[in-house]
């Protein structure tokens, strides 16, 4: 499962025997990102909506995501 967006899709996960990541990242890195990807910024109901509320400690491990994707990688898999 590549991304979850509720606290019970985490519970589940979790019940059948794996592990979440809440990765986060700075915010201006997000709307960087997101512009790039979408030619404009996130309206305000889009970042409130409650899909983009999961709180990080319903997660098994947070992560920071503020470098390289292959920096992210080696963390996740130095936890497993």
Wanted: hydrophobic share 30%; glycine share 4%; with cysteine.
């Amino acid at each position: 499962i590549g991304d979850v967006r509720y606290q019970n899709e985490c519970e589940i996960i979790r019940q059948k025997g794996g592990i979440t990541f809440y990765i986060e990242r700075h915010r201006d890195l997000r709307l960087k990102e997101y512009e790039r990807l979408y030619g404009r910024l996130p309206y305000l109901e889009e970042e409130a909506h409650p899909s983009e509320m999961l709180n990080p400690l319903a997660c098994d491990y947070i992560m920071d995501n503020n470098t390289t994707i292959t920096e992210v990688f080696n963390k996740i898999k130095n936890l497993l």
